[in-house]
Each structure stands twice: as C-alpha cells, then as structure tokens.
C-alpha cells in the first residue's frame, strides 16, 4: 500500500512539473511548500482526510487582484461614509465593548464603492497582524534583486534553504511539517534544527502565524538589503554580518527594511509601524524601536494596496495575497459560517497581558491589562460581493473570538443584502 501511495506522489509530482501552479493546494510544484502537497493530495483522493471548506478549494487562476486601474486610482483617498451602510454598521456597536474599531470597504464589481467606518484611526497593538509588513518588507528586497524576473525571486524563495538557529527562540505557535516520503504531518513548536526554504517560513509566517517564522524571513530580508547581489550569504558570512555589524545599524537595516515599503503605500507611521522582531532571542540579536502600532485604517489601506498591486508590483501584490488565502483551520472572524463558501485572505492576531487581581485568574486571550484581537480580511463570495474589512478590538477579561465570529457573519449579511 505503501508503494502504491509513493508511485502516486510521483505521478503527480511529474504532472505538476509542466504546470503553473499556486495557492492553495496546488501551490507544491510552484512553491515547494510541502503542507499544499499534502493539500493536493486530499483533494485528489491519495490522502484520505478531510478536504478544506468549499471556499478555500480555489485554484489559481482563480485568485486575482480586485482593484486594478481605475479603482484603485479612486481610492488614494477613501469616500465618504456610504450612509445606508454607515447606519447598518453603527448599528452593531451600541451594546459592544467601546474599544471596537473598524473599516468595511465593499469593493464588489460593477456596484459603486462603499465605505464605513467606526474609530478608524484609533490606534492598537496590532500583534501577529504585523507580520503584513514583513512579508511586504522581503518582497521589497526580492525586486531590488531581481527587479526584471518575477519567476528568479521565486525561485530564491523555493531554493533558499534556511535554518531556524536562535531566530526561532522561542514561539509557543505550532507549525505544520510535511514529510513527501512518509506522508506524515506533524505540527510542532519550531526548533533551532528545523531547515525550510524561505517560501515555507514565509508560509508558517501567515498561515500558522508562528513567530520565529517571521523572525526569519525579517532576518532574510536584512540579510538581502545588506548583501544585495552577493545574496545569499553563506553561513560563515551571515554570522560575522550579525555579530560584527553594530547593533545600531542593524536596527536601522530592520526597521528600513519592513517600514520604508509601507510608507511607499502611503500608510504613515501612526496608522502602521512594526517595532520589534518577534521573538526572544531575535530581539537579542536585533534591536527593536518605538514599539508596533497599527489602526483599522492604516491596515485598510494596506488591504486597499495589495487588490491594487501596488505592494512593490502587481506579481508581488498577488503573491501576498495568495499567501494570505485561508487553507487552513479558519479562526476568530475567519470562522464565521456565513464565510463558509467564500475565499477569505485573512490574517489574524492578538495579545493579552495580566496583572494580580482579585478574583480573576488569567487565561489566554483574556489579560485584565492588554487583551488585543485584530482581524485583516478580504472576502470574495461566490454570489460576486467582494468586501474587506479590518477589525480590531482591546475587550479587557474577556475572550473576543466568538464576538469576531458574530461580528464577521453581521457584517456579511449587511454588505449582502
């Protein structure tokens, strides 16, 4: 049996050699992101388990930007607030917790743009919603390298192989390792001796959200700011760039690197900065400044961005975008069962923080101190309602996921009807 299922891999790995493919699932040959082999491989019946929700079985050509031209031209300033959505929105807040901010920008084609709104630009900590402005920040460097081939910085990503070390240290998120050969699964915290292509991590950094993944692709794109043509560095170099480099100019090379692009987006800094590498040991390494801070606006505009093709190109704009398609376990607003048939590009976070208070104990996502959630997503539909919306909320001793669910399915009932 076990001959059986490896001579179907092959055959299916020879078929795809001659295909261009993408997220999700029959993103393998293209990318090497071993978790949409296995993906790919459910769908077409050689692994029996459950296959995603019917909205996260799009193919590529199916996955397109939706604010090319003209419509993105009539966005670099926002409309005023559509007033019959405005109401409908208003009305979901009364009884809420007062931190709750948001924009809904309902982008569906052949309908006028609408917009609204509520605290737009209130300002939170946006936590794993960042990680946005590291992926943007390395497909900055990938055109600095290859600024007239979309396909030589895909193959960087796919052929880069890059070893955790201390970058990874240390992230309590899992991450999902697919072995070809054996047709196992394992989702595991990330370890020092881990070693994925740069696609992967860049995968783990979105999908599973893991920390020390976004701290590797940050350290990579450094390393391709720092290193230019000569990229990629070998092991010897990258550690005498680390360890001789000051450390003021390695914060400097950081913060360039992931916060130039957003401001070339238009996105200022007090609507979106990232401040610090994600974790332990690579803040060690690296130093952070000023502390990550976004708004539900300034994460529109990045959204409004990307369905322009305007994150560095257009190639690179939908490489994001495929990357955030949702092929995993939908959570938070994401899991809504009004998105069930619909494709979602999502990208969620959160932090929490206690302090000792009497009578409360402290549980995950529910810091008496800080207790952010935030939500980024794009939805398309299958009735052809294409909206985004960016949420974010600060609701203090209390799990907000449910209420994000509840909020997700209002607000597709209202862009709907």
Known sequence: MKILKLMAIAMLLFALQGESLAYPYDGYGLTGIRRLLRLQLIMTGVINDKKPVPGAQKTLEEIQLNLMGDRCDSLIKFPPPNPALQKSINALFPNMDESYSLCVLDITPGKPIRYAYRQEKR?????????????????????????NSFEERQEVMKNRMVRAGKWANYDAHTAPFFDPETMKLTKKVVTENDTCSLYEWADHMISASNNGAASIVWKETMLMYAFG???????????????????????????????????????IKEE?????????????????????IASPYGMMKFLVAMEGGEIVDPASSLEIKRLMYS????????ASTALTD???????GSLYKCKPEEGFECKKYMGNVDNYMNSVVVVEQPDGTIYMVTLMSNVLRKNSANDHFAIASQIDKIVRK
């Open 123 to 147: 300002v939170f900590m946006p936590g794993s919603v960042a990680k946005l402005a590291v992926i943007a920040g390395l497909f900055n460097e990938l055109q600095k390298l290859y600024p």
């Open 229 to 267: 043509a000569d990229y990629p560095p070998t092991t010897e170099q990258e550690a005498d760039f680390f360890k001789n480099t000051p450390k003021s100019e390695l914060k400097e090379i950081a913060m360039h690197v992931v916060n130039d692009p957003l401001r070339d987006m238009g996105i």
């Open 342 to 348: 619909a494709a979602v590009y999502f990208k969620s």
């Open 327 to 334: 092929t995993d376990r939908r959570i938070r607003y994401a």
């Open 272 to 292: 979106f900065k990232l401040g610090s590498m994600f974790t332990k040991d690579a803040k060690a390494i690296v130093p952070g400044e000023g502390g990550t």
